[in-house]
């Protein structure tokens, strides 16, 4: 933290701030009321780095979550640090919200770094290695070998290795190779024995090939680089082979596109992922043992600093353990779930229903994975394309999956004359190449394929149909969370709406052509869609629970909260003595329960099998009419609502300043919505998001059981403190979020088959 602390409002204990001293405005508390953005995300990377080391986990789960903390730690490089390093280049002196430089964020965020890279190492080496070894899953290395082993790992390269290599020397005749960003390589030093003279090289590993050799006893694994490097003499022949190590390399891959400026954006992105190859270097991952030499050539080549160096015990790209994780080895995995067709899409005989009929009746949520995709959204878009009274389909598409059933449904109804439209998101951050090729196929096929609004990225879930009926034209839409991608469905939590509420069809009409068209957006009826409207009506909806002071109550899940002003505001409602409860999976800056600025801000994260991707936001208080529609068997929410804030107010004590929540008159009726927004700048400021109203009745009920089940989760929840570190809630009642709604969801599908045989 920078700035003098020893006058921070924050730092002050309460006693010492005289009553007309006291901060006026959440603004007077200074910097020091936000927490960083960066180290915020790599305290959300420790939390899933937290996983991996938990023995209750399954052994190929823990792999599986240290697998997705490098990853996760390599877009990190990628984007957010190779952003500091260009502000640090340019010379700017823009300080964060929470006060720090540029360089005093690259500086908190190496040592942050250096010690979870530290501790994933420690992770796979001392834990999980051995106990995969016990469990006959055995990652060796090539040393450890016996003679047969070794030839039989010979024979391998001679076939399927060293066909693929090109080792690249570096002389004057020879330039330094270009190394591709994320590439695993080998930097080797060779001597000409005639000569004595010394060269330097590298090899890259292919990318293309298995990371882990595996052995024929269908036990042993050898990471791909030991096994070329043991067999450098045959790439430098007649040479002497001397040192070897094995480096990484990672590029700024952040797009620089002016997209106002492009007269053909899929060319522009076209030509921005070439350039992305070519981008700067920002970080050089090695091995402990490189020599001095090696590793200043490599520094000198790319242009980096001793800084930039982070090494690693472990192999390399940790991230490439998906080929462990994928082992057909059942006993080593959670245990399948498959995801229940929600009640009202049930047919007779478990017959597809006509879902347009279905939502002639009424709305339907669908929460997945614990909903099916496959037969509420997918099979909305299905029927769409092959029902013939379907005149038009529009969607937005910002990630889809590999097998794309949505790009297949869509060229579909428009083979079939349907008009059809989709809004292709080229700029979605890695899956841009993905993106132009099912932009290519959906115009192939008759599609009409737009690419969004110069400047914003399109973000929303949005998906309508237009039907003729025979009491004239109706539209029928689907609103929600997360992406239309089967694949991701299946591991993420997210929300979806289907409806076809008049208002809802004319927003999203008025939507589409405003992103297909030429034209002003419309004012909205019900939706609430950014960057035009979100951010001026999550601030009214703060200031209407603000208003009623210790009547108020809010309560918003969301996977990143960084905006200072809607921050602030939150500040402002807990100054008044609204009751927040906040659930946020990843980057918070709000710093809760410091008093006299965040009493009454409680701050939760829940890190577990699915990835926690909903966004909910509720404000006032639910009514007893809405509590009683809550599952059987599910605790209501005010016992919820009770245990929550006692473990809350234990969690941080009472070194924290926070007062205990009290019983209040009750404020506004509760009001539910669901979308695609997080309340990050981005979202709010920069694109095209879409926040649906949930009215009906029985859905709203479905949030708040949700809601409150994350709320109580005492199995895989962290909490927030006011100094700014999460802390691992204490397991009392051992509720499982996760394992509840799975077992909700069983109990609905039951009720339902119940009904059905009793009909």
Known sequence: MTGDVSTSPIDAAPSALAVDARPRLAADFGPERFLNRELSWLDFAARVLDLADEEKTPLLERAKFLAIFSTGLDEFFQVRVAGLKDQHAAGLRARSPDGRTVSEQLRAVRARATDLVDRASRIFLEQLVPELAASSIRIVSYEELDRSAKNELRGTFDREIFPVLTPLAVDPGHPFPYISNLSLNLAVVVTDPVTGERRFARVKVPPLLPRFVGLGDGERFVPLEQVIAAHLDHLFPEMAVGAFHVFRVTRNADLDLDDGEADDLLAAVEIELRRRRFGRAVRLEVDPSIEREVLEILLSELELGPDDVYESAAPLDLGQLWAIVGMDRPELHEPPWTPTTQPRLIGPSDEPVDIFAVLRERDVLVHHPYDSFATSVEAFISQAASDPDVLAIKQTLYRTSGDAPFVSALARAAEAGKQVAALVELKARFDEQRNIVWARQLEQAGVHVVYGVVGLKTHSK??????????????????????????????????????????????????????????????????????????????????????????????????????????????????????????????????????????????????????????????????????????????????????????????????????????????????????????????????????????????????????????????????????????????????????????????????????????
């Not at 991707?613 to 009514?623: D, E, K, L, N």
Request: charged content about 25%; some cysteine; aromatic content about 6%.
């Open 462 to 759: 949005t998906a309508l149909v237009v039907r003729r009926e025979d009491d004239g034209i109706r539209r029928y839409c689907h609103i929600g969370t997360g992406n239309y991608n089967s694949d991701t469905a299946r591991v993420y939590e997210d929300l979806g709406i289907l409806s076809c509420a008049p208002d809802l069809g004319a927003d999203l009409t008025d939507l589409f052509n405003h992103l297909t068209g030429f034209s002003r957006p419309a004012r909205s009826r019900a939706l609430v869609l950014a960057p035009d409207r979100f951010r001026p009506w999550i601030l009214e909806q703060i200031a209407a629970e603000t208003a009623v002071g210790r009547a108020g109550r809010i309560a918003i899940k969301v996977n990143g909260l960084t905006d200072p002003e809607v921050i602030d505001a939150l500040y402002e409602a807990s100054r008044a003595g609204v009751r927040i409860e906040l659930l946020v999976r990843s980057v918070c800056s709000l710093r809760p329960r410091v008093h006299g600025l965040s009493d009454h801000i409680t701050v939760r994260s829940l890190v577990g099998r699915f990835l926690e991707h909903s966004r909910i936001f509720r404000f006032g208080t639910p009514g007893p009419e809405l509590l009683a529609l809550t599952a059987d068997g599910t605790p209501h929410a005010s016992s919820h609502r009770s245990s929550h804030a006692s473990d809350a107010n234990s969690s941080v004590g009472s070194a924290d300043g926070a007062e205990p929540a009290t019983a209040s008159p009750a404020g506004r009726s509760a009001s539910y919505f669901i979308g695609s927004a997080d309340l990050m700048e981005r979202n709010l400021d920069r694109r095209i998001e879409a926040i649906v109203p949930v009215r009906d009745l029985e859905l709203c009920a479905r949030l708040e059981e949700a809601l409150e089940l994350d709320l109580a989760d005492d199995t895989h929840a962290w909490t927030l403190r006011s100094d700014g570190t999460w802390r691992r809630m204490q397991t009392v009642r051992g509720l499982n979020a996760q394992q509840r709604l799975q077992q909700l969801a069983l109990e609905r599908a039951r009720r339902r088959h119940s009904q059905e045989l009793v009909g």
